[in-house]
């Protein structure tokens, strides 16, 4: 990691380097560390210049007290005493220096790093040297060019300022990297996928800045905060300081006086802190000379002015140099001001709370409870734990320890939530206590745990006891939730009915139409799951800040019925837009998890198994803290895609994985494992196997009316071979689903059941018209065997080339069907001279171009439509 990979400036490079050949010349502007320097280097390494004559120059302080110091090596080592004019000699020098060991009169680039730290007169040579005509002298060859960095906000030599100020050269912005850019920059430097949400992390955290970003990945790497977990790096805690890394800092934070220091303590304990607040408690003026130096930016946030930092790794030196005692005065210092301005505002009850905290003035039981119900539904687990045993140690009972129940099941700190309540000796008060007690402790049972009918019988006593119609609609909302991820899918519905006809609010509506998505998206209702759907996001304001969980169930639910409905593209978007526009659930695994193992299914239903895989794994790394049954379904996609691709190592391993985090509470999240062992049977060779799994999943998923998991493994075994033993049954509860997909899903299996070559093509037009590529193949496979056992030669090349030309578009490995395929064995030059084809030049054309007769074009054509089974050159586009 020595030298990092050079990304996301190709623009910049390509235009300094044509500036540069037109005999202009360039200053590179920017922070420090941003990647000037690196980006100069580049420029002079590429072929563009590879004519040019290099001399390169650092400037530094400690030459810059000394008169040509920058330019030593270049010059001689003594001025010969008739010189008149040391300017014109030096000038000479260099120029003369670049002849030497290269043909004569090449241009000449002087390239000068940090020119700010320039001394007076290197500085004045660099200002002459472009202004030197091309033909002075023999000498000179041709006119010279300067490529020089400096930093942005340093103080600079008149000299070099005059560069850009008389046209001499033309300055260049340079930017940090871009939130893209710096990802592409840490998967070449750590040689490996990266987890988006850890290169998210490291961009907000570093802001682009190239230097920043190689410190804080080293550090991070030797603490092992960033490690590879399942072949995906993925940042643990907080990125780690190193030592030159504080010194890189300390050089930006520079010398700070008292008050200063005291601006940016406040800042960094209490961002974002509102103007009015910290100017009560700093001078004006010094909060004005933080400003100025670039060390804080005040923004507009509705009323209010709001201050914060200007880099977030600001924030991690200054707070490691305040003494505790010092903080916590400051701390209480940011409580009392906002506390005397009236806390109006949502985030301020937060605040409010970890502040006193954060003091060691405990605000007793109700203001750290607050804090903890705000911190949870920003779904930051880690705080709204830390505020909850600080309530509850503060005497907050059993209202305080719900909460906490709460917060540490989705915290997955299950053993911890089962101790908590073993040690909590307050009984529930009232209706609204049982049921949160009920609630909290039952889900950890079922979820954490893995001990369904304790957690039942919990909820169900609960029911029972209950009088309040409110309290006990949420216990009731809540025994829904575990009948559906059971996969008691037929005595879920009828629950959420009920509690959708008696409704007690928007609470439980919300709760009970995330059931009603599920049960009815896995029941193949999946229009009707996208009317629940809508039906509970489109009042998310209302409720999520009391119910945040049921967002991403709600999420994940409509993902899944578009899944099932045959529509991934629809699914895509939906994950995606989730996680773009939810920051939150980066702190938040389940959902995470979740999301991503929605983009992993869709990309690989879409035939984009490479980038299924990586969402699969980046899926897997955050299964690997969440929820089991939930990591089961992120491993289990992560096998089928690698299985698919071919991968077969990785999917034993990724399947192993599956089922080593199987829960039985959760029967409906092992489907999708369920479905990724008949495909790595399948690839693996293992027809009989394949099937036999298929047929007992199939019935499995039948028994608890799951009938779109239950279409979708009757549909891979048409797939693999068996359309006569299943065609009745698909065909039976096709009219049962919605969508798309499970007409298409009977189509091909009446195809393949009669062998009719002519109805598989058209089943394959259907599923890539519904964006599903590899069933595509398989029914264009199945259309080949067909139209050849038929004697139709033509027709089952055309089908056959179709198959493959979609299965390699998918990265796909060769699937049973495809197995018994040949590939279409065109040569190399036949191979090149269809995609010219296709490409649109006509015959003449690709003559010219190989240096061939339009005849023998045409008789390479011919051939080529004979053994793809076409017509013409119109049908080569989908093929090559």
Same mark, same amino acid.
């Given at each position: 990691?020595?030298?990092?990979?050079?990304?996301?400036?190709?623009?910049? %490079?390509?235009?300094?380097?044509?500036?540069?050949?037109?005999?202009?010349?360039?200053?590179?502007?920017?922070?420090?560390?941003?990647?000037?320097?690196?980006?100069?280097?580049?420029?002079?390494?590429?072929?563009?210049?590879?004519?040019?004559?290099?001399?390169?120059?650092?400037?530094?302080?400690?030459?810059?007290?000394?008169?040509?110091? $920058?330019?030593?090596?270049? /010059?001689?080592?003594?001025?010969?005493?008739?010189?008149?004019?040391?300017?014109?000699?030096?000038?000479?020098?260099?120029?003369?220096?670049?002849?030497?060991?290269?043909?004569?009169?090449?241009?000449? +680039?002087?390239?000068?790093?940090?020119?700010?730290?320039?001394?007076?007169?290197?500085?004045?040579?660099?200002?002459?040297?472009?202004?030197?005509?091309?033909?002075?002298?023999?000498?000179?060859?041709?006119?010279?060019?300067?490529?020089?960095?400096?930093?942005?906000?340093?103080?600079?030599?008149?000299?070099?300022?005059?560069?850009?100020?008389?046209?001499?050269?033309?300055?260049?912005?340079?930017?940090?990297?871009?939130?893209?850019?710096?990802?592409?920059?840490?998967?070449?430097?750590?040689?490996?996928?990266?987890?988006?949400?850890?290169?998210?992390?490291?961009?907000?955290?570093?802001?682009?800045?190239?230097?920043?970003?190689?410190?804080?990945?080293?550090?991070?790497?030797?603490?092992?905060?960033?490690?590879? !977990?399942?072949?995906?790096?993925?940042?643990?805690?907080?990125?780690?300081?190193?030592?030159?890394?504080?010194?890189?800092?300390?050089?930006?934070?520079?010398?700070?006086?008292?008050?200063?220091?005291?601006?940016?303590? /406040?800042?960094?304990?209490? !961002?974002?802190?509102?103007?009015?607040? %910290?100017?009560?408690?700093?001078?004006?003026?010094?909060?004005?000379?933080?400003?100025?130096?670039? %060390?804080?930016?005040?923004?507009?946030?509705?009323?209010?002015?709001?201050? @914060?930092?200007?880099?977030?790794?600001?924030?991690?030196?200054?707070?490691?140099?305040?003494?505790?005692?010092?903080?916590?005065?400051?701390?209480?210092?940011?409580?009392?001001?906002?506390?005397?301005?009236?806390?109006?505002?949502?985030?301020?009850?937060?605040?409010?709370?970890?502040?006193?905290?954060?003091?060691?003035?405990?605000?007793?039981?109700?203001?750290? #409870?607050?804090?903890?119900?705000?911190?949870?539904?920003?779904?930051? *687990?880690?705080? =709204?734990?830390? /505020?909850?045993?600080?309530?509850?140690?503060?005497?907050?009972?059993?209202?305080?320890?719900?909460?906490?129940?709460?917060?540490?099941?989705?915290?997955?700190?299950?053993?911890?939530?089962?101790?908590?309540?073993?040690?909590?000796?307050?009984?529930?008060?009232?209706?609204?206590?049982?049921?949160?007690?009920?609630? &909290?402790?039952?889900?950890?049972?079922?979820?954490?745990?893995?001990?369904? !009918?304790?957690?039942?019988?919990?909820?169900?006593? &609960?029911?029972?006891?209950?009088?309040?119609?409110?309290?006990?609609?949420?216990?009731?909302?809540?025994?829904?939730?575990?009948?559906?991820?059971?996969?008691?899918?037929?005595?879920? #519905?009828?629950?959420?009915?009920?509690?959708?006809?008696?409704?007690?609010? +928007?609470?439980?509506?919300?709760?009970?139409? &995330?059931?009603?998505?599920?049960?009815?998206?896995?029941?193949?209702?999946?229009?009707?799951?996208?009317?629940?759907?809508?039906?509970?996001?489109?009042?998310?304001?209302?409720?999520?800040?009391?119910?945040?969980?049921?967002?991403?169930?709600?999420?994940?639910?409509?993902?899944?019925?578009?899944?099932?409905?045959?529509?991934?593209?629809?699914?895509?978007? /939906? $994950?995606?837009?989730?996680?773009?526009?939810?920051?939150?659930?980066?702190?938040?695994?389940?959902?995470?998890?979740?999301?991503?193992?929605?983009?992993?299914?869709?990309? @690989?239903?879409?035939?984009?198994?490479?980038?299924?895989?990586?969402?699969?794994?980046?899926?897997?790394?955050?299964?690997?803290?969440?929820?089991?049954?939930?990591?089961?379904?992120?491993?289990?996609?992560?096998?089928?895609?690698?299985?698919?691709?071919?991968?077969?190592?990785?999917?034993?391993?990724?399947?192993?994985? =599956?089922?080593?985090?199987?829960?039985?509470?959760?029967?409906?999240?092992?489907?999708?494992?369920?479905?990724?062992?008949?495909?790595?049977?399948?690839?693996?060779?293992?027809?009989?196997?394949?099937?036999?799994?298929?047929?007992?999943?199939?019935?499995?998923?039948?028994?608890?009316?799951?009938?779109?998991?239950?279409?979708?493994?009757?549909?891979?075994?048409?797939? *693999?071979?068996?359309?006569?033993?299943?065609?009745?049954?698909?065909? !039976?509860?096709?009219?049962?689903?919605?969508?798309?997909?499970?007409?298409?899903?009977?189509?091909?299996?009446?195809?393949?059941?009669?062998?009719?070559?002519?109805?598989?093509?058209?089943?394959?037009?259907?599923?890539?018209?519904?964006?599903?590529?590899?069933?595509?193949?398989?029914?264009?496979?199945?259309?080949?065997?067909?139209?050849?056992?038929?004697?139709?030669?033509?027709?089952?090349?055309?089908?056959?080339?179709?198959?493959?030309?979609?299965?390699?578009?998918?990265?796909?490995?060769?699937?049973?069907?495809?197995?018994?395929?040949? $590939?279409?064995?065109?040569?190399?030059?036949?191979?090149?001279?269809?995609?010219?084809?296709?490409?649109?030049?006509?015959?003449?054309?690709?003559?010219?171009?190989?240096?061939?007769?339009?005849?023998?074009?045409?008789?390479? %054509?011919? =051939?080529?439509?004979?053994?793809?089974?076409?017509?013409?050159?119109?049908?080569?586009?989908?093929?090559?």
């Amino acid at each position: 990691m020595d030298r990092w990979p050079f990304a996301g400036r190709s623009g910049e %490079l390509d235009r300094i380097a044509g500036m540069l050949r037109e005999g202009r010349s360039v200053v590179i502007a920017g922070d420090a560390g941003v990647g000037k320097s690196r980006l100069s280097t580049q420029v002079l390494e590429s072929p563009a210049l590879r004519d040019f004559a290099v001399e390169t120059v650092r400037a530094t302080q400690a030459a810059a007290a000394l008169p040509f110091g $920058a330019l030593a090596h270049l /010059l001689p080592a003594v001025v010969p005493s008739e010189v008149s004019n040391p300017l014109r000699w030096a000038a000479d020098a260099v120029l003369g220096a670049a002849m030497r060991g290269g043909p004569p009169r090449r241009p000449l +680039i002087l390239a000068v790093d940090d020119a700010h730290l320039l001394d007076s007169m290197s500085a004045a040579l660099v200002h002459l040297l472009p202004r030197l005509p091309p033909d002075l002298a023999p000498v000179r060859p041709g006119q010279a060019r300067i490529l020089a960095t400096v930093r942005t906000g340093e103080p600079a030599p008149d000299s070099v300022v005059e560069l850009w100020k008389d046209g001499l050269a033309t300055r260049v912005e340079l930017e940090s990297l871009s939130e893209e850019d710096s990802a592409a920059v840490l998967a070449g430097a750590l040689e490996g996928d990266v987890d988006p949400t850890t290169a998210s992390r490291l961009w907000r955290v570093t802001k682009g800045n190239v230097l920043l970003l190689r410190e804080v990945v080293l550090a991070s790497r030797a603490t092992g905060a960033l490690r590879a !977990e399942s072949g995906m790096w993925r940042l643990d805690g907080e990125p780690a300081l190193a030592p030159r890394l504080v010194e890189v800092i300390d050089q930006r934070l520079g010398r700070l006086d008292a008050a200063e220091t005291r601006v940016l303590e /406040l800042v960094v304990l209490g !961002e974002p802190v509102g103007l009015a607040e %910290l100017e009560s408690l700093c001078p004006p003026e010094a909060v004005e000379a933080v400003e100025a130096r670039g %060390l804080i930016q005040v923004a507009g946030d509705g009323r209010r002015q709001r201050v @914060r930092l200007t880099h977030p790794l600001y924030g991690e030196v200054i707070r490691s140099r305040c003494p505790d005692l010092r903080a916590r005065r400051r701390v209480r210092e940011l409580a009392e001001a906002v506390e005397a301005t009236g806390a109006r505002r949502r985030e301020d009850t937060l605040r409010l709370a970890v502040w006193w905290l954060d003091a060691g003035d405990a605000p007793g039981p109700a203001v750290l #409870l607050a804090g903890c119900e705000a911190a949870w539904a920003l779904h930051d *687990l880690t705080l =709204a734990a830390r /505020l909850g045993w600080a309530a509850l140690r503060a005497g907050g009972g059993m209202s305080a320890a719900i909460t906490l129940g709460i917060v540490l099941n989705y915290a997955e700190r299950h053993d911890e939530a089962e101790a908590m309540w073993g040690a909590v000796t307050d009984e529930p008060a009232d209706d609204r206590e049982r049921a949160g007690y009920a609630i &909290a402790r039952g889900h950890n049972l079922y979820w954490g745990l893995d001990r369904h !009918e304790p957690a039942m019988r919990m909820l169900t006593d &609960a029911e029972a006891s209950i009088r309040d119609p409110l309290w006990n609609q949420h216990v009731t909302a809540q025994r829904a939730a575990f009948l559906v991820f059971g996969a008691r899918l037929g005595e879920s #519905l009828p629950v959420a009915t009920g509690l959708l006809a008696a409704s007690q609010g +928007i609470m439980i509506d919300a709760q009970a139409h &995330a059931v009603a998505t599920l049960a009815h998206g896995h029941s193949g209702r999946t229009a009707t799951a996208l009317e629940h759907a809508h039906a509970a996001l489109s009042s998310v304001d209302a409720w999520h800040s009391a119910v945040p969980n049921v967002l991403p169930a709600s999420l994940i639910g409509a993902g899944l019925a578009h899944l099932f409905a045959g529509k991934p593209g629809e699914a895509e978007a /939906l $994950a995606a837009g989730a996680l773009r526009n939810g920051a939150e659930y980066e702190k938040w695994d389940l959902a995470a998890t979740m999301l991503k193992a929605l983009l992993a299914q869709s990309g @690989r239903l879409s035939g984009r198994l490479a980038e299924g895989a990586r969402h699969a794994a980046e899926s897997a790394a955050h299964g690997s803290g969440a929820v089991a049954a939930i990591g089961s379904l992120a491993w289990g996609e992560l096998a089928h895609t690698a299985a698919l691709m071919g991968d077969l190592g990785r999917a034993r391993q990724a399947l192993r994985e =599956a089922e080593r985090r199987r829960l039985s509470s959760t029967r409906i999240l092992g489907f999708w494992a369920d479905h990724a062992a008949v495909w790595l049977a399948a690839m693996e060779g293992d027809a009989g196997g394949a099937l036999s799994l298929a047929a007992e999943l199939a019935e499995g998923c039948r028994a608890v009316g799951a009938l779109g998991h239950e279409m979708i493994t009757l549909h891979d075994a048409v797939r *693999l071979g068996a359309a006569a033993r299943v065609v009745g049954r698909i065909e !039976e509860i096709a009219p049962l689903h919605d969508g798309d997909l499970a007409p298409a899903c009977a189509a091909h299996a009446r195809a393949a059941a009669s062998g009719d070559g002519a109805a598989l093509d058209r089943a394959a037009e259907t599923f890539d018209g519904l964006g599903l590529p590899l069933h595509a193949a398989d029914a264009f496979a199945q259309a080949s065997l067909a139209h050849g056992a038929a004697g139709r030669t033509a027709p089952a090349r055309a089908s056959s080339a179709r198959a493959w030309a979609l299965s390699r578009r998918c990265e796909a490995g060769v699937t049973p069907a495809l197995g018994r395929l040949r $590939a279409p064995a065109l040569t190399p030059r036949e191979l090149e001279i269809a995609r010219l084809a296709a490409s649109g030049l006509t015959s003449k054309e690709i003559a010219a171009r190989l240096f061939a007769s339009s005849r023998t074009i045409d008789n390479h %054509l011919s =051939a080529i439509y004979a053994k793809l089974g076409i017509s013409g050159r119109g049908d080569l586009g989908g093929l090559v």
